[in-house]
């Protein structure tokens, strides 16, 4: 056994689950008429009801006793104050001082930090002004291309932390956002992709944000290869065509060489992950829809969740509270997944977001000291929006034989129909419940088991403050699963073997090294190709 298996909190979590697993909730409600409120909490325009879940005043004990022991009020002071705990890269993970507005965030030579840190707040500022100016100017239909068109399609070109934020982001605040601008994702490899983002728009006003942190990720160069042929093909290949690019990337020497004036780059830095880096640059296509003044709201939103997630205790912090049922469910319950709802389709990307963030985060099999863990990690997140999931996959969550807890995200309030607003929130309240209370019937295929559990997150209204608070929520939640699990949420290891053996491959290098299924697979494709 692992040294976190064989410990007192996780040893007592063990025995306490086997004494609550029969446990039906229902019963729980029926003695205990405060239960809702009991298990609710407020912070912000953040709404928590965790009562429907399969656990008593004693589970919640344990489990806060097991976030004493991980120590996780430590990691959270680590992680703001700049030490390196990003340990396999030896790299602070300071996503939070992107939205920080105090003066210096992390002041050099900060306890723990293992070397002077740059304040970084001066970079953080000066990159967001600069962001902030080019937002303004575009949206004032004051930049233009190579023949004086002011441009106002936007089309981003990034993949994965470089793609889901801002297009997350540009969808949820579609309210906030100005009409009179298009834009556009472009993430895939597949031709298709930028083929349909480049569908009806005028190359003469086009802007192309190559978003890249490394500046290296092949999908991306080869979508900014085909926008550039692209614009030639319309306005010829003049070196003007420049005026067309932007750039977000932490090598600006690679941006520079491919082509993007220094003046449209814009910095990220390595103690920022891409998937946390949406309040970065890296969210510059949706500073430039929803305009800096909704940026800032957003940053504020995020701002109050990092100070809540910092100042509250244990017991009453909200990231902890769902990263301890979410190791409760895991590890405990032996859930393999995990579904995340948002009732509104300005949150459609949300569950491909929050994806990339724990999976990508805490999908891994050694601890922070290297050592094989014992334990499952990160659950498979996956979701979509409702009501479009009643329709495809909540016949498995009330009937299937898999235990899903789910995250019901329920807006409450909005700028549309109110009552077919009030239809969203309806049925996720229904669903909620139907999958808490289950249905008794004659027949057995009518029956709905019930006992299923489901966090509900009620939001007032999505605008930019909720949204940047909602989002932090769930970035904070990761960070707080890592630590309960002793492992290293910043980096992704496992995705760079993957890279590499699709270039050896691309190259035609050493495939008496592949596989032979693959060998097998490049002899039947061969002929295909040509
Ligand atoms: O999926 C691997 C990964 O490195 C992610 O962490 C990152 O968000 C994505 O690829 C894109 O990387 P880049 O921003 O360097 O192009």
């Given at each position: ?81 700049g030490?390196?705990?990003n340990?396999?890269?030896?790299r602070a993970a300071l996503h939070v001082a992107l939205r920080a507005d105090?003066?210096?965030f ?11 840190m740059p304040d970084v707040m001066l970079m953080v500022r000066a990159a967001r002004a600069r962001a902030y100016a080019l937002a ?20 981003n070109l990034g993949v994965g932390g470089s793609d889901l934020g801002p297009r997350l982001l540009s969808?949820?605040m ?35 944000i190559i978003a890249s942190k490394t500046f290296?990720?092949?999908?991306t ?25 932007a750039a977000v990337t932490a090598d600006e020497?690679?941006a ?8 449209r780059i814009f910095p990220m830095w390595d103690w920022v992950g891409g998937r946390f880096s949406m309040w970065s640059s890296v969210g510059l296509a949706a500073v430039i829809a929803a305009?800096p003044?909704h940026f800032d709201s957003l940053l504020a939103g995020a701002r109050?969740?990092d ?46 977001w929050?994806?990339q963030l ?106 930019p403050?909720?949204l940047g608070?909602?989002l932090a929520?769930?970035e ?14 910043f ?40």
């Amino acid at each position: 056994m692992s040294k976190l298996t064989d410990s007192p909190a996780w040893r007592a979590l063990a025995e306490h689950q086997r004494h609550i697993a029969p446990l039906q909730m229902h019963d729980l409600f029926a003695a205990d008429h405060g239960r809702a409120k009991r298990y609710s909490l407020e912070f912000g325009a953040i709404y928590l009801d965790y009562s429907r879940h399969r656990i008593t005043d004693d589970t919640l004990r344990l489990l806060f006793e097991l976030a004493r022991q991980a120590n996780v009020g430590a990691w959270i002071e680590r992680m703001f104050s700049g030490e390196h705990v990003n340990n396999s890269e030896n790299r602070a993970a300071l996503h939070v001082a992107l939205r920080a507005d105090q003066e210096r965030f992390p002041t050099a030579g900060s306890e723990g930090t293992s070397d002077v840190m740059p304040d970084v707040m001066l970079m953080v500022r000066a990159a967001r002004a600069r962001a902030y100016a080019l937002a303004d100017a575009l949206r004032a239909g004051s930049i233009s291309g190579a023949t004086g068109k002011p441009l106002c399609h936007i089309v981003n070109l990034g993949v994965g932390g470089s793609d889901l934020g801002p297009r997350l982001l540009s969808r949820a605040m579609r309210c906030q956002s100005d009409s009179s601008l298009t834009l556009r994702f472009a993430a895939n490899a597949d031709p298709a992709d930028l083929d349909a983002a480049l569908a009806g728009l005028d190359p003469e006003r086009t802007l192309f944000i190559i978003a890249s942190k490394t500046f290296t990720t092949v999908e991306t160069l080869s979508n900014a290869r085909r926008a550039r042929a692209w614009l030639a093909a319309s306005l010829g290949d003049a070196p003007e065509l420049s005026a067309h690019f932007a750039a977000v990337t932490a090598d600006e020497a690679k941006a520079h060489a491919w082509g993007v004036p220094a003046e449209r780059i814009f910095p990220m830095w390595d103690w920022v992950g891409g998937r946390f880096s949406m309040w970065s640059s890296v969210g510059l296509a949706a500073v430039i829809a929803a305009g800096p003044a909704h940026f800032d709201s957003l940053l504020a939103g995020a701002r109050a969740m990092d100070a809540h997630f910092r100042e509250a205790p244990l017991e009453r912090n909200m990231p902890v509270i769902l990263a301890l049922l979410s190791v409760w469910y895991s590890a405990f319950f032996g859930a393999e997944t995990h579904a995340l709802l948002p009732y509104l389709e300005d949150l459609r990307d949300f569950p491909a977001w929050a994806q990339q963030l724990q999976m990508e985060s805490n999908g891994k099999g050694v601890d922070r000291d290297g050592q094989p863990v014992d334990y499952p990690t990160a659950p498979v997140i996956w979701g979509s929006s409702g009501t479009l999931s009643q329709h495809s996959f909540h016949q498995l969550l009330h009937q299937g034989t898999r235990l899903v807890p789910a995250d019901f995200i329920v807006p409450c309030s909005g700028d549309s129909d109110a009552a077919a607003q009030h239809l969203l929130i309806v049925n996720a309240l229904a669903q909620g419940s139907a999958l808490m209370t289950g249905a008794a019937a004659a027949e057995p295929y009518r029956v709905l088991p019930g006992n299923k559990p489901s966090s509900t997150i009620l939001i007032d209204k999505l605008e930019p403050h909720a949204l940047g608070q909602l989002l932090a929520l769930y970035e904070h939640k990761v960070v707080a699963e890592a630590a309960l699990l002793n492992i290293n949420p910043f980096d992704q290891w496992g995705v760079e073997f993957g890279k590499s053996v699709a270039q050896s491959i691309e190259r035609g290098q050493q495939t008496e090294q592949l596989d032979a299924s693959t060998q097998s697979l490049l002899s039947r494709i061969e002929p295909w190709r040509h």
